[in-house]
């Protein structure tokens, strides 16, 4: 009874070191014009080179509970050199969007990627604290 309560665990680690891993991060990655990914290079998809990391969460696991392996991400907030420069922007982006009736109708050309830009900035900060 011993020898078979010994043995089990020595087949087990055998075969973990003796099996190949089955992707490996050497392993190169293809992506497909369907926006699938595959690592077999026979489907004729270009090579992939990733550009950050993927975290693949167990199931039942949270982001929030996660957080002591990744820690604290780093602020993404820039420093104005005049703080009155993003209350002169909200200005122009309001002038736009009456101008242009919300970004609809555009009578010159330029007004629009000016307008997709600031649109970007205020609808993600939402209204900077003007004087």
């Not at 290079?41 to 950050?52: F, I, N, T």
């Not at 205020?122 to 209204?127: D, L, N």
């Amino acid at each position: 009874m011993r020898v078979t309560m010994l043995v089990w665990p020595v087949v087990a680690l055998c075969l973990f070191v003796v099996s190949p891993l089955h992707a490996s991060v050497d392993e190169p990655m293809f992506r497909c014009d369907d926006g699938t990914f595959t690592n077999v290079a026979e489907r004729l998809c270009p090579p992939y080179e990733p550009k950050g990391t993927v975290l693949v969460l167990p199931e039942g696991t949270s982001f929030a509970s996660m957080r002591a392996l990744l820690g604290e991400p780093a602020p993404k907030t820039a420093q104005l050199s005049d703080p009155t420069a993003a209350c002169n922007l909200y200005k122009e982006w309001q002038a736009l969007n009456l101008r242009t009736g919300g970004g609809v109708n555009f009578t010159y050309t330029q007004d629009v990627p000016r307008w997709i830009a600031l649109s970007r900035i205020f609808t993600a900060i939402g209204a900077p604290h003007c004087p």
